[in-house]
């Protein structure tokens, strides 16, 4: 099996406390972890927790980042967190574009890819661009233009090398915490057309390299469907990544 990547998304969960009990967890055995460990915790504990990880001797093995940030460096923003205040080997993965972010505050894909293109400038960290369709959309329009839309007009403002710095996330609305995944064959049809959607970017060049990968109620039962199939990079795990015994089961691909 080859080494993926998995990415777990606390979103608005854990305390400083909660956190240290579940790195105490996952550093037992990360000498026997098949796949790369990225956790994304709430902003205000991401400083404790690289100090925490430092401490023990698992910042190589376990990867940190921001779940949102906002496009500029600081400033009247109230509420906001910029990646000005990390140090950029602090924050490894940026997340940018989680439905959540796009449905419950309204936050357009215009927007996304502005913060998608501050983030390419401004840090060396991989940027996790999450896009994903509802159901409605799923019935009644065409996946390839639904995919379209979200990615041309980003893939459209980088350049070919910029593509390294980007990880493609793939997580259908309909799936997130429902229970529900696509069958892997659904999975693997649409990161087809955003390998044709790059291709169609960067004529006659290789886009094979580039990660793509899935996200929405991955569970420590059903995540080896996704992980069998070569087009799937990674995983992007949200309640399951609460949960260290299931996450940590995950990266020994148990
Ligand atoms: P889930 O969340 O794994 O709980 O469905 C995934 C996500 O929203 O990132």
């Known amino acids: 099996m080859d080494k993926k990547l998995m990415i ?24 026997n972890y098949v796949h790369e460990c990225v956790i994304i915790p709430p902003s205000p504990l991401v400083i404790s927790i690289a100090k925490y990880l430092k401490k023990n ?8 980042g921001l779940q949102n940030f906002y496009s500029k460096d600081n400033g009247a923003f109230t509420g906001e967190t910029s990646i000005k205040m990390f ?9 940018v574009g989680h439905s959540e972010r796009r449905t419950i505050f309204n936050e357009s894909n215009e927007f996304t890819i502005e913060k998608a293109l501050y983030a390419l400038k401004n840090s060396k960290a991989k940027i996790v661009f999450i896009f994903g369709e509802t159901l409605e959309q ?25 593509l390294e710095r980007f990880v493609f ?23 087809s057309i955003i390998k044709k959607i790059l291709t169609n970017r960067f ?52």
Do not use: Q
């Open 87 to 95: 140090d950029d080997n602090t924050l490894s993965y940026l997340l």
């Open 138 to 162: 799923r019935k009644k329009e065409n996946l390839e233009n639904i995919m379209k839309g979200f990615l041309e007009n980003l893939v459209n403002k980088i350049t070919f090398e910029d």
């Open 203 to 254: 004529p006659g060049k290789d886009v094979n390299d580039s990660k793509l990968i899935y996200g929405g109620s991955v569970n420590e039962e059903n995540y080896k469907n996704f992980l069998n199939s070569d087009l799937i990079d990674g995983l992007l795990i949200g309640g399951v990544s609460l949960k260290p015994h299931k996450f940590i089961s995950i990266l020994k691909n148990e």
């Open 169 to 191: 996330a793939y997580e259908p609305i309909w799936s997130i915490g429902t229970g529900k995944i696509p069958t892997v064959k659904e999975t693997e049809e649409i990161f």
């Open 8 to 31: 777990g998304n606390w979103k608005m969960n854990m305390n400083e406390n909660d956190s240290y009990l579940f790195f105490d967890e996952i550093k037992k055995d990360h000498k």
């Open 57 to 64: 001797n698992i910042n190589n093995f376990v990867k940190i």
